[in-house]
């Protein structure tokens, strides 16, 4: 398949964004300070008996600045990587008991126009922000009603600027504005006093997981007969940025659409197209699962997004009665992040993630790395690595992700990145569930594991995880 590449320099474009978890506003407090600020982090920090002291120093953050940033349309990585996390290997299948959700989500009707969410009482909406987070916001769960937000922000000396139910973490998210110049950290730490508070984060900044700007290979190195591929009427969730859905490759993929972030005017379409249509494009652009049913949700603008930003398309997602979340995006970890991902999972979800575009001593990036999330890397047509990829025993399965023609808001682009990686990855999914719906979460994953052709080392291993991917193998495992 010929397709022209096209790779684009425009002006500089604004980033928006919107608040994240516990950080601070304070140049001079490193990481390993904010956590033992922050009580419901300090036993992940090495706390000296002085309150507060680091024994080993570490890496101060970035002041937070508020007001505009301007980066080029063409985006390698625009998240700065936290401080190193380090976590156990994660065995295959394993999947922690989750707790008790919410009941039996209804289908939504397809179709139908971009709506925004309903329930969202807003009195501030998303606003430009640099740095690693919202420097002057907190997002809290709330156990209470309004009024009980309403006595928690003044107690506590905040704002309400937002406030929605969430369907995943089963209640009150409130965004909190911090208007006396109090760190995030040190706020956190306050609102733990107070037992209505469930969980308390600073609203980190996510970016979008792409590393570049000639055929689609994916087809034959995933083991998947193109003239066979077929995701006909799979339900697929997609959380991207907005997209172009006058692209011929989209014709009558989208089901529906969902605008997280409906105060913020598009200004990029190009990342969400070439996830939806490797996916499941039509025509010149044939994706991975033709006939899948794709619902979109809009959730990053400039590469960049928060955590109540996704949170709320995450929750929406999962009402879309969706057997597939593609999340091509990475950000630090994040305990709410971390519930949403795991009660999905619960409604029989499969999450699909990129593992990050950060290189080989990059910390775990998040969502992939959250435990029943099928962290994807990214391998080139001759099944070697892609240089910048993040390595780490998180790492699940590796796919096609680099230099392959896609679908973009200007007609097609050559992409590269575990974005486009972990779309391969859904499309071969959506695959699997058509050609059986009983199918579980549960068998997906292991089925992947056992079936990947393995590279690098024998066995899994921190940079090809289990192997490449091998749809036809994976189609023929037993239950």
Known sequence: MAAKAVIRLTAAMTIFAASAMAQTNDPNLTQAEIDCLNRGNAANADCAKDGGAVKDGGKALAPGITGAVFLPDLIVDLFPNPAVVTEAPIPPGNTATPPAVAPAIQAAAPGGPVVAPTDLVATEPPRAVIGDFVPDEVLVTVNGDAGAVQQIAASFGLEIRSQRQSRLLGNTLVRFGIPDGRPVGVVLAQLAA????????????????????????????????????????????????????????????????????????????????????????????KGMAPGARIYHARAFEGGKSTMDVILSALDWAAEQDVRIINMSFVGPKNDLLGIACRNARALGIVLVAAAGNNGPKAPYGYPAAFVGVIAVTATDAKDGLM??????????????????????????????????????????????????????????????????????????????????????????AKE
């Not at 682009?413 to 009983?438: C, E, M, R």
């Open 194 to 285: 107070d037992g209505r508070t469930l969980r308390r984060e600073a609203n980190h900044v996510y970016s979008l997981q792409q590393a570049a700007s000639i055929v689609n290979y994916a087809f034959e190195r995933i083991a998947l007969d193109a003239d066979k591929a077929s995701g006909e009427n799979v339900r697929v969730g997609v959380i991207d940025t907005g997209i172009d859905d006058g692209n011929p490759a989209l014709s009558g993929v989208i089901a529906g659409q969902f605008d997280a972030m409906p105060d913020v005017p598009i200004t990029a379409r190009d990342h969400g197209t070439s996830v939806d249509g490797l996916i499941a494009g039509n025509g010149a652009f």
């Open 387 to 476: 240089p910048q990829a993040n390595r780490g025993a998180y790492v699940f399965i590796s796919a096609p992700g680099v230099e392959m023609v896609a679908p973009s808001g200007a007609g097609s682009d050559v992409v590269t990145g575990t974005s486009f990686a972990a779309a391969i990855v859904t499309g071969a999914v959506a695959n699997l569930f058509h050609a059986a719906p009983d199918r579980s979460a549960d068998w997906v994953e292991k089925a992947l594991a056992a079936t990947a052709r393995d590279l690098g080392p024998k066995g899994r291993d921190n940079d090809f995880g289990f192997g490449l991917l091998d749809t036809k193998a994976a189609e023929a």
